[in-house]
């Protein structure tokens, strides 16, 4: 069910449940009502910041936050490599690849499936 639910529903339940809380005794220390609670649990919980940090806190937790650099998706040293070529280059380059994988695919021969 954890799976199902969203990062900050996550967080609070899970922080609710180690402090031995109830949602409805977060709710009061919340100033709140139990649903209340119980739909910032919900699958589709998407609390403000401060309504997340509200919640934590009143379990006796703090929400830290870090950004962290995050990996390139794609090989950058290529990218950068292809854009130190003149567009000249380029275009030769691209031609090249080009016409290597025309070659390939006329070579290739198509396999059907035997299932």
Do not use: C, Y
């Not at 919340?30 to 401060?50: I, K, M, Y």
């Not at 997340?52 to 379990?59: F, G, I, K, N, Q």
């Not at 937790?61 to 290529?78: F, G, N, P």
């Amino acid at each position: 069910m954890l799976d199902e639910m969203t990062p900050a529903a996550q967080l609070i339940r899970r922080a609710r449940t180690e402090a031995g809380l109830s949602q409805a005794q977060l709710a009061a220390r919340l100033r709140t009502t139990q649903s209340a609670v119980a739909r910032l649990e919900g699958r589709r919980s998407n609390p403000t910041l401060v309504t997340l940090e509200d919640a934590l806190d009143a379990t006796g937790h703090r929400l830290e936050l870090a950004a962290v650099k995050s990996e390139a998706a794609v090989d950058e040293s290529q990218l950068r490599e292809r854009l130190a070529l003149t567009p000249a280059e380029r275009l030769a380059t691209f031609t090249a690849s080009h016409r290597n994988l025309r070659a390939l695919t006329a070579k290739a021969r198509r396999v059907e499936n035997a299932t």
